[in-house]
Every structure is written in structure tokens, then in C-alpha cells.
């Protein structure tokens, strides 16, 4: 039973080990993965002649060589999990050398006295006596089975889809396998001296296998389950026929020569078989390999190498990728030094791909189309002395193909001498003469999409140059606008205090501070004149606030204050206005609001801007509503301004709060006086600073409602609001020719 379980267990590690190795042997994956299996059938080899002989000596020399190729198992299964799924080994160049020399001491210790220095048969087995070499094996063998199993959990955390069902099932067979080896093998021989279970350790293998096989199955592990049915079959028949070959030996043996065989033998020969049979084709190519590289005598079936060309030109677009495919084929299915394409367009060579040539061979447009003028296929033995076969020398080429359309000429094919030092056989020439108009034609498209690629890679740098052009231009833009701002806030603040001395004496002499106005004429004239200074004050003062704004130089100080009393000051302010339209002005507020943070200076302005923009949109005999309330926000108050006014689209509503965004549609359709657009805009900025957000709700003819929001007042939020205006703030600047002092010119009011 010992041996049938080894036997099935090296049979299904050998196999998958094999087909995934001859399915990508350049892949790291691949490599490591049967690295890893075949550790897996020296170890369980190793296992069972230690379990299996009555003789110390043997038993002994078994269980160190069963650590030794446990410690081989280890490390590839580490560098195996490391790799997986990638083609090229994952791990730094220093700590791949740190932990090979680390496995090759402690296997070194493995096989020495050092790990086992003793073993006493008993009648419950061999036991064992385990030396300092064992502390060893346990530090950097279980530790490299831990660390694998770790890197497996985190590649499965950490991966979706197919993958992470791969990762998945490795994990288990990996948990499965090394879990039984440790509790059951590992522990119990080194600790309590007792190794009845070790006979079971190719039993633990299967799980791995077995796991692994599945997900190669089902979830196309390292990318072989088309190859899997064939395998299968594969070593299926390879089974039948190694039991059968053995049980022929063991019946010659014993009838023939008389020989009776022991189950030591019997296992020795199955061994041997299993490993003959499986080395037999890899060995058979290698030496293939070997005395083709030396002799140079394999020959090619031309219906499958032409057929293979023709799958090439089939499947590649670019030009460049049919000339570097085609050749690499020619040259190594035809045994030939060296090659190249020469492709001609429009008298001037457009593409050149070389391979087997020492240096990049230089090809002129002089004696390419020399050449390509005689229309014939040309060899250089063939040739008698002249031009020709003296430009051939030049070229350092053997044959000339020319490629060529029924319409016009491709180019050229030029070839070295054969490997072999033979000359170009009648069959080479016939293949390639089959081959070159073919190739002509398939050059001849891909040309076309050559053109347009390149054409693409030109209109991809003008689109560059185009869009860095775009850039600096944009740049010039920003500053521009920068310097525009900083000449609306000079201009601004420059124009505010001479227009605010002109409102003052209007109004001195409107309200006939200076002598009676007995001219009703003059009376309407200076009403007139007294409310344009008026709006171009407001003008003024948002285009400075604007420049404040952009600037940062908009300088807020918070506190926590009531509302009502700031409501009550900012509509005995603007009743009046109201009262011209016969307006309802109302405030409407919840019951226990708490204080709000905000700045007392610019939170009038705020309702002020809302509420005129209300009474200015608003027919006669209308109604505006203002109410506070909270919100369904946490720590915030809610603020509207209502009106019955002609309402605005959904279109125009989010125009408004952009700079200089004045919308003519429905919502300005009422007769209203010009300005800026910069009221909505400045009101934003105001509501942003205060650390709310503003919108806006209206339906055409129903009216429209302007909601912001404000903090509710907390000490830390309120101190660290005023922190940040300090930070993110400076001082005022003085505008050249003016002073700070301007800005606190007393406005005379009406």
C-alpha cells in the first residue's frame, strides 16, 4: 500500500510538474513550479526508504535526506508564491542571494550529523535523536512554509476576479499539505521521537496536487487547462504501461533467472521506470537539440513552414511586426546566418529590419534600387563574375528575393549564407519563391496602415504643440487677468472716494443744507444725479470686493451671535425700498434658534444683496418672506429669502452665481435697473466664507427662494474659523498713490 501511494503521489506531481513547465518553459512561474514538484518526489522518495528498511544506517540516511529535499521544497514553494502569476522572479536581487544561501547551509546541515545524530528501532518504530542542526531547519525551512503561506493570504486579499480564485485554491491545498506535515510529521518525530505517521507523507502531498489541479481546471491556473485532457490521457497510459513493464521485469526475474524480488526491489525498479519514462522525451529533445546545433542537418517540411509565414502576415498589422516575425521564422526554420527586409516607397527605402548581423548593416538607396531593378531572384554562386555578384559582396548578402505586386515593386529580401556552410538548396529557393509575392502583398497593406500611423504620430506632436501653445496662451490669460483685477481694485478704490464726496454734497444740497431749491427742475435734476452716485458707489464697492476676494485679502472676524437683532437692523434699513413697490416684508423665524457664527459686517450685506435682488424682481404689491430654521444638517441654520417674483428656469439658475453673470430670460424679464452681475457672485463668496453653501429654488411665474446656510455657534469651531481667516488672509496693501485711510471715509447717507 506504502508503495502504491508513493507511486500515485509521484506519478501526479511529475505530471503537473512536466505540464506546466513544456507549456511556458522561459516563465519563472513555470520554472519554479516544476522545481517545486520535483523537490516534492525526491523528498517522498527519500521519505519512504526511511520508513520502509529495518536498518538504522539506511533509515537514518533516508531522514536526512528527506530534510535535505524538504528544504528544497520549501524554498521553491516560497519563491513560487512570490513569483505567481508573474513571468519573471518577483524578489530583490540581495535578498534572492540571502535566502539561497540560507537554504543550500541548512540543507548542507540537513544531510550531516548535526540535524539527526542518532536513530534506536523500538517496537513502535524508529526514533530518531534529533542534534543542534535541527533549530536550523526549523528557522528557515518552516519559517519559508509560513512566510509562503502569509504571501498567499495577502496576494488573496489583495486580488479580484480569477486570480483570487486561484490564489484561493493554492491556499488551501498549501494549508492542507504543509498543516499535516507539521502536526503529524514534523512535530511528532522531533519533540516526542515518534514517526508512525510518516509513511502518510505522500498522502498530504495529494492535497496540494489535488487543489492545484482543480484550479488548473476550472479557473485556468498559469494558463495550461486546454492541455490538461490531453495530459490526463497521458499519464494514464503512461501508468498502465510503467505497471506493466514492472510487473514484466518481476515475472522475467523470477522465472527466467530465478530471482525472487522484495518490495525494497520492487519500489527501486518502479522508481527507476517512473523516471526513465518521464525523462525519456525531454532527454531525446535535448540530445536533438545538441547535434542539431552541431551538424545543422534538421530538415523543415516546406507545406508547414509556408503555411506558418502565411499565419504570420495574417495575423500581424504592423509593418515593422510582419518584416520582424516573417524573418526571425525564415532564419530559423531555413538554418541561415542572417537576414533583412528592404522595403521601398515612392523611390526612397521606408523601412529597414535586420536580424543576425553583428552591427547594423547600412543599406543605400543606390544599391537597393540597383538591385531591385534587375527583377530576379539572384545567388550568389549562381552568378557569374560582374556588377551584380560585386554588389552582392558589398552587401555581404547571399541570395536576393525580390518582393513584388502584379502593379509595382515592395522590395527586397536579402539573405546570408546557410548555418551549415551548405549552399541554398533547388527546395529553399522554390519556398521562397512561393513566399515572396505573398509577402509582397501583405507588405504592400501594411504599408498603408504604416503611412497612417505615422501620420498619426505627426498629428499627435501638432496636437502637443497645439495644446502647449493653448497653455502659455492661457498662462498670458490668467495673467492678464490677474493684472486686470489688480487695475479694477486701484481704479475702484481710486474712484470710490471722489464719488462718495459727490453723493455727500448732493445730498447736502437736495436736503438744501446750502440755501432753498425754489427750481423744481433743479430739484428732480439733483434727485437724479444723487441716485446715479448712489449706484455707482455700489458699482465701486463690488468691483473692489471682487479684487478683495480673488486677492485674499477679504478679512472676516466671527462671533456668535443672535439673529433677530441683526434682522431687525437690516430691514429698518431696506423697508423703505420695499415700501416704493408696496412690498410685504416679513421675517419669519423657529422657535429657539441658536446664535450662529458670522461676521458682522458682511452678513448684512449678504441679506442686503438677497433681499434687493427680491424687491428688484418682485412686481408691485408682492411678498417677501424671510425664515430661519434648522437644517436637517447637523450644526448648521438654514436661511431663506422667498419672493412671488417672475421666477427663472432651471437652465439660468446656474448661471447665477458666476462672475459678471447677468441672465436675460424670464427672471430679469421685469424692468429693473442695470448692473455688474457681481451681486450673487459676492454674496457666494460671503456664504463660503462664513463656512455655508448657498443655492437657489424656483419655478417661472411662482417665484424664486435664495437658501444659504450658517454654523451654529461652538467655541472651538468659532476659534478655529477665525484661525484660518488670519492664516489664509493679509493685511491690506495700500494701492500705489492711495492709503489705507481712504477705506474709512465716512459715507454721508440720506
Known amino acids: 500500500m506504502d508503495l502504491l501511494i508513493l507511486v500515485f503521489s509521484i506519478l501526479g506531481n511529475l505530471s503537473l510538474g512536466l505540464l506546466v513547465y513544456f507549456k511556458n518553459p522561459k516563465s519563472t512561474t513555470n520554472r519554479l513550479f516544476f522545481a517545486l514538484t520535483l523537490s516534492l518526489f525526491l523528498m517522498l522518495t527519500a521519505n519512504y526508504f526511511s520508513v520502509g528498511d529495518h536498518d538504522p544506517s539506511t533509515i537514518l540516511t533516508g531522514i536526512r535526506f528527506a530534510m535535505f529535499f524538504a528544504s528544497a521544497v520549501s524554498y521553491f514553494y516560497l519563491l513560487f508564491v512570490l513569483t505567481f502569476p508573474k513571468s519573471t522572479l518577483q524578489l530583490q536581487t540581495r535578498k534572492f542571494i540571502i535566502l539561497t544561501a540560507l537554504t543550500l547551509t541548512t540543507m548542507l546541515v540537513d544531510i550531516s550529523a548535526y540535524t539527526f545524530t542518532s536513530i534506536k528501532l523500538t517496537d513502535s518504530g524508529a526514533q530518531p535523536t534529533p542534534g543542534p542542526g535541527i533549530i536550523l531547519f526549523a528557522i528557515v525551512t518552516v519559517g519559508s512554509v509560513i512566510a509562503s503561506i502569509y504571501t498567499l493570504i495577502h496576494k488573496s486579499r489583495h486580488s479580484t476576479g480569477v486570480e483570487k480564485t486561484q490564489f484561493n485554491f493554492i491556499l488551501l491545498g498549501t494549508s492542507v499539505m504543509f498543516g499535516l506535515i507539521i502536526t503529524t510529521v514534523f512535530i511528532p518525530v522531533n519533540v516526542f521521537q515518534y514517526s508512525a505517521f510518516a509513511p502518510l507523507l505522500p498522502v498530504y502531498t495529494l492535497a496540494f496536487v489535488g487543489a492545484t489541479a482543480y484550479a488548473i481546471v476550472r479557473h485556468r491556473l498559469l494558463d495550461v487547462r486546454v492541455i490538461v485532457a490531453r495530459t490526463v490521457a497521458y499519464v494514464g497510459v503512461a501508468t498502465v504501461l510503467f505497471v506493466f513493464y514492472i510487473l514484466l ?76 516575425k516573417l524573418l526571425q521564422k525564415i532564419i530559423s526554420e531555413m538554418r541561415i546566418t542572417r537576414g533583412a527586409f528592404v522595403l521601398t516607397d515612392a523611390g526612397k527605402i521606408f523601412v529597414t529590419e535586420p536580424q543576425g548581423y553583428k552591427e547594423e548593416p547600412k543599406f543605400s538607396e543606390k544599391d537597393v534600387f540597383a538591385l531591385q531593378a534587375l527583377d530576379k531572384n539572384l545567388i550568389f554562386e549562381e552568378l557569374e563574375e560582374g556588377p551584380s555578384k560585386d554588389l552582392m559582396r558589398k552587401l555581404n548578402v547571399t541570395v536576393v528575393i525580390p518582393l513584388k505586386t502584379q502593379v509595382d515593386h515592395v522590395g527586397l529580401l536579402f539573405l546570408g549564407e546557410k548555418a551549415s556552410g551548405e549552399i541554398y538548396s533547388a527546395k529553399d529557393i522554390k519556398v521562397l519563391e512561393i513566399f515572396s509575392p505573398e509577402a509582397a502583398i501583405s507588405f504592400e497593406n501594411a504599408k498603408s496602415v504604416e503611412k497612417i500611423r505615422r501620420f498619426n504620430i505627426t498629428l499627435k506632436e501638432q496636437v502637443e504643440r497645439a495644446t502647449h501653445e493653448l497653455k502659455d496662451a492661457n498662462a498670458q490669460l490668467k495673467e492678464l487677468d490677474k493684472l486686470k483685477d489688480e487695475f479694477l481694485s486701484v481704479a475702484s478704490h481710486d474712484l470710490r472716494t471722489p464719488m462718495t464726496a459727490i453723493k455727500g454734497y448732493l445730498w447736502m444740497a437736495i436736503n438744501e443744507r446750502a440755501g432753498k431749491i425754489t427750481n423744481p427742475d433743479l430739484k428732480r435734476y439733483l434727485d437724479i444725479s444723487y441716485t446715479s452716485a448712489e449706484r455707482m458707489i455700489q458699482l465701486i464697492n463690488d468691483l473692489l470686493n471682487v479684487s478683495r476676494i480673488k486677492a485674499g485679502r477679504m478679512q472676516m472676524v466671527f462671533e456668535g451671535l443672535d439673529l433677530k437683532p441683526l434682522m431687525d437692523q437690516i430691514f429698518a434699513e431696506i423697508m423703505s425700498k420695499a415700501a416704493e413697490k408696496k412690498i410685504i416684508l416679513k421675517y419669519e423665524a423657529d422657535a429657539g434658534i441658536p446664535k450662529v457664527i458670522l461676521d458682522k459686517q458682511r452678513f448684512p450685506e449678504i441679506l442686503q444683496n438677497l433681499i434687493g435682488n427680491a424687491i428688484k424682481f418682485t412686481p408691485e404689491k408682492g411678498k417677501i418672506t424671510v425664515t430661519a430654521k434648522k437644517s436637517k ?71 424664486t427662494s435664495f437658501i444659504f446656510t450658517l454654523k451654529i455657534a461652538d467655541d472651538e469651531e468659532l476659534k478655529k474659523m477665525n484661525a484660518a481667516q488670519k492664516k489664509e488672509t493679509s493685511p491690506t496693501i495700500p494701492q500705489p498713490g492711495n492709503s489705507v485711510a481712504r477705506e474709512a471715509t465716512v459715507t454721508i447717507g440720506k
Do not use: C
Not at 448692473?675 to 417665484?703: A, F, P
Open 249 to 324: 521485469s518481476v515475472l522475467a526475474a523470477t522465472f527466467f533467472l530465478a530471482t525472487p524480488f522484495t518490495v525494497r526491489q520492487i519500489a527501486v525498479l518502479s522508481i527507476i521506470s517512473i523516471i526513465t519514462g518521464y525523462t525519456f522525451q525531454p532527454l531525446r529533445i535535448l540530445f536533438t537539440r545538441l547535434t542539431d546545433n552541431i551538424f545543422y542537418k534538421n530538415d523543415y517540411d516546406s507545406n508547414l513552414f509556408l503555411s506558418s509565414l502565411t499565419k504570420v502576415m495574417a495575423e500581424a498589422i504592423l509593418i515593422d511586426d510582419i518584416a520582424h
Open 633 to 703: 444638517e447637523k450644526g448648521l441654520v438654514e436661511i431663506a429669502v422667498t419672493d412671488t417674483g417672475v421666477g427663472l428656469s432651471k437652465e439660468d439658475s446656474s448661471k447665477l452665481f458666476e462672475k459678471y453673470g447677468r441672465i436675460e430670460s424670464s427672471y430679469t424679464a421685469a424692468k429693473t435697473s442695470g448692473g455688474t452681475g457681481l451681486g450673487l457672485y459676492i454674496t457666494k463668496n460671503y456664504v463660503d466664507m462664513h463656512g455655508g453653501k448657498i443655492w437657489v429654488e424656483s419655478e417661472v411665474g411662482k417665484g
